[in-house]
């Protein structure tokens, strides 16, 4: 058997073992190197997805706190979204507001209709 696999090592004719070996170690390790990317990736995705809806949440937090609640009476508006010259979608809303030290602070609620 030894006879055998040196022949096969130093023998030209096709692949040689050691050739075959050396390939699949190859493409194994870039399979693996592969899954652990895309693993790595959707672990990122989905850490900063979580972040952001964090962000979000405390950001509305001190909103509410810093402004207090924007309610009162609203105005009825619609909004047209136009592409060129077409109107492709129109969206009916309502559109609330509180003036605090001279700015202006908007709040726009959808109307389901």
């Known amino acids: 058997m030894k006879k055998y696999v040196a022949i096969k ?3 030209n004719k096709g ?20 899954f652990t990317m895309v693993n790595a990736s959707f ?9 952001y ?3 979000i949440k405390e950001k509305n ?7 207090g609640e924007i ?3 609203g105005a009825p508006a619609q909004v047209s979204i136009r592409y060129g010259d077409v109107k492709t979608y129109e969206i ?3 559109v609330y507001s509180k003036i605090i030290d001279d700015n202006t602070f ?6 389901n209709e």
């Open 61 to 67: 937090k001190f909103e509410e706190e810093a402004f």
């Open 43 to 51: 672990r990122i995705l989905q850490n900063e997805e979580k972040k």
């Open 9 to 11: 090592l130093v023998s």
């Open 53 to 55: 809806k964090e962000f």
């Open 106 to 111: 908007y709040r726009y609620e959808v109307n």
């Open 71 to 73: 309610s009162g009476v």
């Open 15 to 34: 692949e040689s073992i050691a050739e075959v070996l050396v390939a699949s170690l190859v493409i194994t390790l870039g399979a693996i190197i592969l």
């Open 92 to 94: 009916g809303v309502t």
